[in-house]
């Protein structure tokens, strides 16, 4: 694996989902996988926003395959519409990248669905999406699931009593959102392997990659302020390099089931893709479990048995 970038299998005939793609990680994902063939879903909040990442795209890959679908990861009914439309098509699904979110606002917001912003935008939404999708990507000859966490899993604690954090915390509700996606993608790995749904689960990390979550989440749509000349220091990295890790794990056919993927460089904040260390929540067993189930029970799915 070299160290600025990692070879991407010929994607040719496979669809792949991405939420969150008109910015960010998602934008980068959604080049690098259309590039390499796959027929891509840039499943975006603003189709407008939406249709600016597509021509951008289109530019830099002119025979890409790249079409907008709307969802809004805020909104149960949204996500329940999406999948809808998708089953309608009847389309195999090979790769699912579970990677919208919003990052830490100040103040505790709520969705219309009841939910914390954090917690439905980053976790529940993606968690009802794949339960939603899970028969496409059963039809897929080898389905995967990638879902995006963050180093700031390590911040997040389950509190039972709390899970929509009334005692708010930008930082430790963010954390709680990351760290549920982590415990998500390992859970839906073993009841995959249970119930023979034939998938690849896996997370990945980007450390500290330089996206729209700045903007979007603590400064409130304000420019972001990195450190003079951050694309030059250990603490920063641009989208090109952040995404690799989830791009090994949506495509390598090393990349092993259940498995985290993460920088490599110093606290794991930049560098190369390797197989990253789970915070010790994540590997509470019953928590993910617990968590699976309750969180079946917030979204209103269901899982085949």
Known sequence: MARDDIDVPDLSG??????????GLGFGLS????????????????????????????????????????????????????AAARRAEGRP?????????????PTRETTDDGFELQFESNYLGHFALTARLLSLLRAAPAPRVTSLSSFMAYFGRYDWNDLQSRRYSPVRSYGLSKLAMLSFARELQKRSDVHGWGLLSDAAHPGFTRTNLQTTGPRRGKPPRPPKNYHRTILWQLVETGILPALYAATSPDAAPGAYYGPNGFLGLTGAPHRAREPRAARNAADAARLFDESARLAGVTWPA
Do not use: C, Q, W, Y
């Open 14 to 23: 496979r669809l792949a989902i991405v939420t969150g793609a008109n910015s």
């Open 31 to 82: 080049g690098r996988l259309a590039a390499a063939g796959a027929e891509v879903v840039m499943a975006v909040r603003n189709l407008e926003k939406g249709d600016v990442a597509r021509s951008e795209l289109l530019r830099a890959h002119p025979t890409a395959s790249l079409r907008l679908e709307r969802i809004d990861l805020a909104s149960l009914d949204s996500v329940a519409g999406f």
């Open 93 to 105: 699904i090979d790769i699912l990248i579970n990677n919208a979110g919003i990052m830490m606002p």
